[in-house]
T-cell receptor, first 114, second 117 residues
Framework: DGGITQSPKYLFRKEGQNVTLSCEQN?????MYWYRQDPGQGLRLIYY???????QKGDIAEGYSVSREKKESFPLTVTSAQKNPTAFYLC?????????????FGDGTRLSIL | AQKVTQAQTEISVVEKEDVTLDCVYE???????LFWYKQPPSGELVFLIR??????QNEISGRYSWNFQKSTSSFNFTITASQVVDSAVYFC??????????????FGKGTKLSVKP
């Protein structure tokens, strides 16, 4: 089945530790996105990538980093610089550069601080 | 600047009632797209509908219907004869061509719908 796979489903981070959230898609989409969702809030864009080896900061990129070495994969690293990382993280993909195209979402990763 | 407002934070209805979720948007662009997504308790966002700014025709899909009114910048979503399985958080989102979102989605804060048996 085509879709987006995020792993792990739950993740715990210790103080000062970097953690990486995985996102893989087999939809052959060029564009991929990372969002953060806090309780009672909408989704806020962290990073997005329209094509392999290129990515741009979203609205809340500080404390996060990404890479896009393969079309299928867009991992997100939550660094120790992100002081409030507890949130629900959603990865999405869509046809590149098309604002009229819907984004397809994964099941999310819930990150908590130990 | 682009903005999406969902003024209803939470709505609770009894099964079989009709319910309307409101969405008001702001954009200076003449070409834009509006979306509704459903987020069930499991967490993933499910795409429901897309509407472009040039098509004001209302749409019906089963128990779901959408009312797009450019004059009031609104894109409201109605569920007829609600069911328990409709319980979820519903997000309205906007993207535009040249208004600065660069094709990215601007989300409202969502409306949590609870349908009680």
């Amino acid at each position: 089945d085509g879709g987006i796979t995020q792993s792990p489903k739950y993740l715990f981070r210790k103080e000062g530790q970097n953690v990486t959230l995985s996102c893989e898609q087999n939809l052959n989409h060029d564009a991929m996105y990372w969002y953060r969702q806090d309780p009672g809030q909408g989704l806020r864009l962290i990073y997005y990538s329209q094509i392999v080896n290129d990515f741009q900061k979203g609205d809340i990129a500080e404390g996060y980093s990404v890479s896009r070495e393969k079309k299928e994969s867009f991992p997100l690293t939550v660094t120790s610089a992100q002081k409030n990382p507890t949130a629900f993280y959603l990865c999405a993909s869509s046809t590149r550069g098309r604002s009229n195209q819907p984004q397809h979402f994964g099941d999310g990763t819930r990150l908590s601080i130990l | 600047a682009q903005k999406v407002t969902q003024a209803q934070t939470e709505i609770s209805v009894v099964e079989k009632e009709d319910v309307t979720l409101d969405c008001v948007y702001e954009t200076r662009d003449t070409t834009y797209y509006l979306f509704w997504y459903k987020q069930p308790p499991s967490g993933e966002l499910v795409f429901l509908i897309r509407r472009n700014s040039f098509d004001e025709q209302n749409e019906i899909s089963g128990r779901y219907s959408w009312n797009f009114q450019k004059s009031t910048s609104s894109f409201n979503f109605t569920i007829t004869a609600s069911q328990v399985v409709d319980s979820a958080v519903y997000f309205c989102a906007l993207s535009d061509e040249y208004g600065g979102s660069q094709g990215n989605l601007i989300f409202g804060k969502g409306t949590k719908l609870s349908v009680k048996p």
